[in-house]
């Protein structure tokens, strides 16, 4: 599969093309080879400090079916911070655990093969009730866990390739997929599936924002490699999936 994807770049000049011929699967072959080992369900980071968030909202008076109708790529923000109730609830409903079940985490996206790649950092700017800082979310404790400063509001415009609702809001949230997770089952075809597992997230984010009666926006469109220093993280293993802000309405 690798060789014929090399044939298609080799004609096409397009990665995007010969990533899909490399990573398709024929009766002869499943997923390719080789797979890394699973690294864990959860990411175990040194915090500067970690904050227990508050239970998440139960309802909010806006049924699901009402959330999509209304949903709307939002890039204009109020002056009023995000509450770290409203906040919890977010990353709750977008990405939390929800139970377990034979020892595996429940999350509150679907996963291809349970595997569960998607990580969240908060970069928090004005949240009521929280210090300014980058955070990441520990969806197996529901709590953040402090990794530093915030990424300054325009330094993240800057990253975006200068668009400037990224660095507005109360925060922005930047959503990341762990490649080994998925590809430790599904090799070179989990590159794939991470890529589905971030967006039922992103929906999420949308969803969750709008029964908030929050603002939010996806962007996909930033300097990988810059977003991935400021994360602390290798580009190489943990992908940038995509920057969310999120605030309140004007």
Same mark, same amino acid.
């Given at each position: 599969?690798?060789?014929?994807?090399?044939?298609?770049?080799?004609?096409?000049?397009?990665?995007?093309?010969?990533?899909?011929?490399?990573?398709?699967?024929?009766?002869?072959?499943? !997923? *390719?080879?080789?797979?890394?080992?699973?690294?864990?369900?959860?990411?175990? #980071?040194?915090? @500067? /400090?970690? $904050? +227990?968030?508050?239970?998440?909202?139960?309802?909010?008076?806006?049924?699901?079916?009402?959330?999509?109708?209304?949903?709307?790529?939002?890039?204009? !923000? *109020?002056?009023?911070?995000?509450?770290?109730?409203?906040?919890?609830?977010? #990353?709750?409903? @977008? /990405?939390? $655990? +929800?139970?377990?079940?034979?020892?595996?985490?429940?999350?509150?996206?679907?996963?291809?093969?349970?595997?569960?790649?998607?990580?969240?950092?908060?970069?928090?700017?004005?949240?009521?009730?929280?210090?300014?800082?980058?955070?990441?979310?520990?969806?197996?404790?529901?709590?953040?866990?402090?990794?530093?400063?915030?990424?300054?509001?325009?330094?993240?415009?800057?990253?975006?390739?200068?668009?400037?609702?990224?660095?507005?809001?109360?925060?922005?949230?930047?959503?990341?997929?762990?490649?080994?997770?998925?590809?430790?089952?599904?090799?070179?075809?989990?590159?794939?599936?991470?890529?589905?597992?971030?967006?039922?997230?992103?929906?999420?984010?949308?969803?969750?924002?709008?029964?908030?009666?929050?603002?939010?926006?996806?962007?996909?469109?930033?300097?990988?490699?810059?977003?991935?220093?400021?994360?602390?993280?290798?580009?190489?293993?943990?992908?940038?999936?995509?920057?969310?802000?999120?605030?309140?309405?004007?």
């Amino acid at each position: 599969m690798l060789a014929r994807g090399l044939s298609v770049l080799c004609e096409t000049r397009d990665p995007g093309l010969a990533l899909q011929e490399s990573t398709a699967i024929e009766r002869w072959g499943y !997923y *390719g080879e080789p797979r890394p080992e699973f690294p864990g369900f959860f990411k175990r #980071l040194a915090c @500067a /400090a970690r $904050v +227990r968030l508050p239970e998440p909202l139960g309802a909010s008076g806006v049924d699901v079916l009402e959330a999509i109708r209304r949903r709307e790529s939002r890039r204009e !923000y *109020g002056d009023m911070p995000v509450s770290l109730e409203q906040l919890s609830t977010l #990353l709750f409903y @977008a /990405a939390g $655990v +929800r139970g377990y079940e034979l020892g595996w985490p429940l999350r509150t996206y679907p996963s291809a093969g349970g595997l569960q790649p998607v990580e969240v950092y908060v970069n928090a700017w004005s949240v009521e009730g929280l210090e300014p800082g980058l955070y990441h979310y520990d969806a197996e404790r529901h709590e953040l866990c402090l990794l530093g400063e915030p990424i300054p509001r325009d330094r993240l415009a800057s990253i975006c390739l200068d668009q400037e609702h990224a660095g507005d809001g109360s925060l922005a949230l930047i959503i990341t997929a762990v490649y080994a997770r998925t590809a430790s089952k599904y090799g070179a075809r989990g590159y794939r599936y991470i890529h589905l597992d971030a967006g039922a997230v992103v929906q999420n984010v949308y969803l969750v924002t709008e029964a908030l009666g929050l603002a939010t926006v996806v962007i996909g469109a930033f300097y990988d490699h810059e977003l991935c220093n400021e994360l602390g993280i290798d580009c190489r293993w943990e992908l940038p999936m995509a920057v969310m802000p999120v605030g309140t309405r004007p």
